[in-house]
Structure formats: structure tokens, C-alpha cells
């Protein structure tokens, strides 16, 4: 017969030992199990939220006159979010019941919010409405809701510490942003350090409300880093191809002053997140597993918003919070990947970086396994060692072969391809300028030829242009196969596919922070062209084919 073993042995244990520290009173016991099936919960909670929305309707209906003014806007809140918490506070209350209570809540903070920012500056509107989000955490005993709460409240505090003041820093609305969600962590530390002092009801709340904070605060870390590598070329068009677009214009700032602050104070995040590591985790302190440590410390240097990151998943770690250090291990990775595409450096600098980074961390694991290994280790023990180290040196002599030559045939094409201009042509949305890039366009030809089609499925198509020898313009004629013919004076450019459909490398030209109004004067693309088709987008040009420069 099998015996079963009750499934909270771990967690019974965990309360034994708090009650014994004096953590928890003396009678604690573990919450009681929820009895209801997840998906009959869920499905309950999908009534009664589509139960809501008509009955949420009729009410403002009723009571439209009275919420247009700011008064009655803050009457209608204070009842709704009373109602709501009173519900919510009640035992043995049904699923259904209390998913009604949950748009309450949302009406009741809205109608709130627009009285107070209606009548308030808006930080001291922010700072009334994060605290109203507090306190009904506080009121209510529903964990996931008040980590919903907690996020609410991180969000409105970075309104209340965005200083307005610093907009006139190079790249200000970014760099009073970065000081914001800096100003979040530090009292998310705060919170953190406190928690011991508080009594169990307290901490728990603290715990759930510091969960949301924190996550929302990962996200912001990882929207103002920008768009990672290669992310938004898989995200195609549509709406979330833009907003990919418009999180990769985040990281093409200009360095500036405010950068340079940026830079130093990550650092310093990092490090800090290296000791605290180092000092509760005795096998950091190692030589190898310190040196990997301060290689990636180092990064925060060229990513301001990195060393956040990287305290966060330190102190998350060390406490055993491992959802959250999850969620701080996938922001860290999304800003290392956003390096990718900072303008400020070079591509090659880039790359001699990274891969400087990677070189320090490869040979510290292998010091690590050679220092590991058994001292009388046998023959094939130590074959496979061997097969091992020639597969990690072969693996990055490839990868710096394959990244050179790409750069190498890039930098080829600049020299040798035959300059060509290509007239812009009008885009959607109506304005070419979209925050730090400008949408591309081109008349390309359009074909419905069956054939044609076909064949492009197995290899890109050219579009045909002929180039006038003077100016070096080039109309564009026709789209083709690869391997269609050339007539006398014509020339191929092979087409990319972009957002779902064909262009001319790119539909997209980047540029730094500011310089928005030298690129308004764009009328033509100017390319390098191989005899091959092989295209690469090297600058813009006004009308009179004058190429804008790069920098001013």
C-alpha cells in the first residue's frame, strides 16, 4: 500500500521554525487549501466580470451628471471603493461576488484619480492616489489584488518623482525618468529593510504590495533600456511591430551629461549588488566566481539601467524570492540585449565588448572546471575534457569569424557598391517622424502575377531600376526574380521583407536624440549597390541630392 505525505511537510516546517524565532505568535497556522478547481474559478470570475461591465454602465448612466464634476467624481470614488472593500473583507465569500467587487475597485480608483488630478497638481495627486491604493491593500486580505495595488502604486509614484526640472538635461525626459524609477528602488529597499521590524500581518503586506512594486519596476527598467536584440525584427507589423519600433528609438539616445551620471550611478548599483551577493552566498567570494561577477558588474557601465537589474535579482536571490529573481533575471538579459542597438557606439566597439565579456566568463568556467577536475582522472575522463575545451574554443572562434565577416562585407559594400538615390515616398502614419526614427517608404512596382509570386517564396525578389548616370537617381521599374534578365541600362536591388511586406533594406532610419529637425529635409534614401543586388541604406539626402550628414 502506498502511504501519501502530506504535500506542506516543507512549508509546516518553515512555520514551526518562525513560530520559534518569534517571527509568527505562538498558534500560526498554514491558510486552509482552496476547495474549488482553478478552472471553475476562472470561468466564475469571467462571468462575473462580463456581469459587470453592463451593470457598470447602467450606473454611469445614472449617475453622469454627478461624476462630471470633480466632486462628485471623489463622492461616487470614496462610495464605490467603501462598497468594494466591504465585500472584499467579508468570509466565505463567493467567487462570483467577489470578482464584482474587483470593478468597483477600478471604477472607485478612476473616479478618484480624476478628482484629485482635476483639482491637484499632478505629484500631489499621484501621492494621494498611491496612498488610497496602500490603504486599500491594507483593508483588504487578498494577496494577488494587492499586488495589483502594489504595482498601481509604483506606477503613480514614478509621476510623484519625475522632477520636471531636469528636463533641460541632455536627453531630459529620459534621464528624469531613470530618476524616477531609481527613486522607486531605493524605497523598495526601504520597505525591504523594514519588513523585519514588522509583525507578521504587516510583513505579509508589505510582501505582496513590494511584489507588484517590483515588477512594475523590472518592466520600467527594461522599457526605458529600449527595444533587445533582434526582438522587434520578429515582431512584424501591426501594432506591436510600432511599439517595438518605438522602444528601439529609446536606445539610440545621444550620451550627453545626464548619460554620463546614468552610467556612473549603475555602476555603482552593480557593484553594490556584487557585495551584498558576495557576502551572503561565501562562494562568490572565489576567485573565479568573483571575477565572472565583476565582468558582468562592469556591463552596468554601458547600460544605465542595468545595475538596477542586477541589485534586484542579487537581493531577490539571497532571499530565496525566486519568482522575482526570475522576473530580474529576464530584465537583466532584455537590457544586455538592448546594447545591440545604442547609436552612441560603434558596431565594432559593440561587439568588442560583448565579446570581451564573453572571452572573461568563458575562461573563467573552464579555470573553474580544470580546477574542479579530479587529480587522477582516467583516459577517457580526461578526452572528453579535451573534446570539451575544442568545442568551446572552436564554438567562439566561429562566432568571431561569422560576426568580422558580416562586418567586414558591410564595410566592403560601403566602399565598392555604386551609390544610388531612391525618392522617398509618403507614409502611414502621416507624420514621417515617429519619436527617434523616421518611417521609409518607396514606390516599389506592385505585380499580381501568379508565377512571380511563387518564385518568391524560395528566394527574395529584385526590383529592376534604371539610373540616370548624372545624378545617380534610380526609377524603379519592376519587381522580379533573382534570376530575371537585365535590360540595357538597368541594374537589380534585392528587397527585404519588412513588416509583411517587401522593401528596400529597411523601413526605418534611426538617428540620435534631438536631431529630429536635420532629417525633416530627407527626400531621397542614398544606398551602396553590388553588382549582385546586395543593397545596404547609408545615409539620406535632400532634393538636391545633398547628403544629410550623420552628425552635424
Known amino acids: 500500500m502506498t502511504v501519501l505525505r502530506p504535500r506542506n511537510d516543507g512549508l509546516l516546517q518553515a512555520l514551526n521554525a518562525a513560530i520559534a524565532r518569534g517571527l509568527l505568535p505562538v498558534g500560526a497556522q498554514l491558510p486552509q487549501p482552496e476547495g474549488r478547481p482553478w478552472p471553475v474559478t476562472l470561468l466564475v470570475a469571467l462571468g462575473a466580470w462580463l456581469a459587470a461591465i453592463p451593470l457598470i454602465a447602467v450606473v454611469g448612466i445614472l449617475l453622469g451628471p454627478l461624476v462630471r464634476n470633480s466632486v462628485g467624481a471623489l463622492f461616487v470614488g470614496v462610495l464605490l471603493l467603501a462598497a468594494s472593500i466591504v465585500v472584499l473583507r467579508s468570509k466565505d465569500l463567493p467567487v462570483f461576488v467577489e470578482q464584482l467587487a474587483v470593478p468597483g475597485l477600478l471604477v472607485g480608483g478612476a473616479a478618484l484619480g480624476f478628482a484629485f488630478f482635476e483639482n491637484l497638481p499632478n505629484r500631489g495627486a499621484a501621492c494621494l492616489l498611491a496612498l488610497v491604493a496602500v490603504g486599500v491593500a491594507a483593508a483588504i486580505p487578498r494577496p494577488w489584488l494587492r499586488v495589483l495595488l502594489g504595482a498601481a502604486a509604483a506606477g503613480l509614484c514614478v509621476i510623484v518623482m519625475g522632477p520636471s526640472r531636469l528636463a533641460q538635461w541632455p536627453g531630459g525626459s529620459m534621464f528624469s525618468l531613470w530618476i524616477a524609477l531609481h527613486g522607486v528602488l531605493?524605497?523598495?529597499?526601504?520597505?525591504?529593510?523594514?519588513?523585519?521590524?514588522?509583525?507578521?500581518p504587516r510583513a505579509a503586506l508589505v510582501e505582496s504590495l513590494a511584489a507588484g512594486w517590483l515588477v512594475l519596476l523590472l518592466a520600467a527598467l527594461a522599457w526605458w533600456a529600449g527595444?533587445?536584440?533582434?526582438?522587434?525584427?520578429?515582431?512584424?507589423?501591426?501594432?506591436?511591430?510600432?511599439?517595438?519600433?518605438?522602444?528601439?528609438?529609446?536606445?539610440?539616445?545621444?550620451?550627453?551629461?545626464?548619460?554620463?551620471?546614468?552610467?556612473?550611478c549603475s555602476l555603482i548599483l552593480g557593484l553594490a549588488a556584487l557585495l551584498w551577493a558576495g557576502r551572503r552566498w561565501p562562494t562568490l567570494r572565489a576567485p573565479a566566481p568573483a571575477a565572472a561577477a565583476i565582468a558582468l558588474a562592469g556591463l552596468a557601465w554601458f547600460l544605465p539601467s542595468l545595475g538596477a537589474s542586477l541589485l534586484v535579482l542579487a537581493w531577490t536571490s539571497t532571499t530565496h524570492r525566486w519568482r522575482l529573481a526570475s522576473a530580474a533575471t529576464v530584465a537583466a538579459v532584455w537590457i544586455v540585449g538592448s546594447f545591440y542597438y545604442q547609436l552612441a557606439w560603434p558596431l565594432t566597439d559593440k561587439a568588442l565588448v560583448l565579446a570581451l565579456t564573453g572571452t572573461v566568463l568563458g575562461v573563467l568556467a573552464w579555470l573553474a572546471r580544470q580546477k574542479s577536475r579530479p587529480s587522477a582522472a582516467s583516459g577517457p575522463v580526461m578526452a572528453s575534457d579535451s573534446r570539451g575545451t575544442l568545442l568551446m574554443v572552436a564554438g567562439a572562434v566561429i562566432t568571431l569569424a561569422v560576426a568580422n565577416f558580416s562586418i567586414w562585407q558591410k564595410e566592403s559594400l560601403i566602399a565598392s557598391g555604386q551609390k544610388v538615390f531612391v525618392a522617398l515616398a509618403p507614409v502611414d502614419p502621416r507624420s514621417l517622424m515617429q519619436g527617434d526614427f523616421m518611417r521609409l517608404n518607396y514606390n516599389i512596382p506592385t505585380t499580381d502575377d501568379a508565377s512571380l509570386q511563387q518564385g518568391m517564396a524560395s528566394a527574395r525578389p529584385h526590383v529592376i531600376a534604371r539610373r540616370d548616370p548624372a545624378t545617380g537617381v534610380a526609377t524603379l521599374v519592376r519587381v522580379a526574380p533573382s534570376s530575371a534578365p537585365l535590360g540595357a541600362g538597368e541594374m537589380r536591388i534585392e528587397l527585404t521583407p519588412t513588416a509583411g511586406r517587401w522593401m528596400l533594406v529597411s523601413d526605418s532610419w534611426f538617428f540620435r536624440e534631438g536631431d529630429g529637425d536635420r532629417w525633416q529635409a530627407a527626400r531621397y534614401g542614398e544606398f551602396r549597390v553590388a553588382p549582385n543586388g546586395k543593397a545596404l541604406l547609408v545615409g539620406m539626402a535632400d532634393a538636391n541630392l545633398k547628403t544629410i550628414p550623420i552628425q552635424p
Request: hydrophobic share 45%; proline share 2%.
Open 186 to 200: 531605493a524605497v523598495w529597499l526601504i520597505a525591504m529593510l523594514c519588513q523585519r521590524q514588522l509583525g507578521a
Open 227 to 264: 527595444m533587445t536584440f533582434l526582438v522587434g525584427g520578429s515582431l512584424g507589423g501591426g501594432f506591436v511591430g510600432e511599439v517595438a519600433r518605438e522602444a528601439g528609438s529609446r536606445s539610440r539616445r545621444s550620451p550627453g551629461e545626464g548619460f554620463q551620471v546614468t552610467q556612473a
